[in-house]
């Protein structure tokens, strides 16, 4: 197969530009106990970083990622179903819990990419 032209573009900083905006929405929502846009945020998130997730056959992040998801919106369907019919507004310790260990996760998995890293010199000279 034919390998694509590279952009002379670098879309880098724009990339790190929407991870730093989702991880921002993740922390809102979590705090805000906002189950259906926490969800959807790291739902994002993951799609973001699913390029960065290894596919090894003994640690395959995509498929730990995306059952974890399968759970989630199944158990964030079945919360907004019941908030809907009864008005309950309190989160299950459970739904929060895996959502909370999804949004783990997806952190470390940005941790090991290497997107995570902390500079000792000052973040705008890295940019020039």
Not at 15 to 26: F, T, V, W
Not at 82 to 110: A, C, M, W
């Amino acid at each position: 197969m034919k390998e694509r032209d590279q952009s002379e573009f670098s879309g880098d900083v724009n990339y790190l530009d929407r991870l730093n905006a989702l991880l921002n929405s993740c922390n809102v929502h979590s705090m805000n106990l906002n189950v259906y846009s926490w969800y959807h945020s790291l739902n994002a998130l993951f799609r973001e970083l699913s390029t960065e997730m290894q596919e090894k056959k003994d640690n395959n992040e995509i498929d730990t990622a995306n059952k974890i998801m399968k759970s989630l919106r199944d158990n964030v369907g079945k919360y907004m179903n019941r908030r809907k019919r009864h008005g309950i507004s309190n989160i299950d310790p459970e739904l929060y819990d895996e959502l909370h260990t999804f949004d783990l996760f997806l952190r470390q998995v940005l941790k090991k990419s290497g997107l995570q890293l902390r500079l000792k010199e000052y973040a705008g000279s890295a940019l020039r």
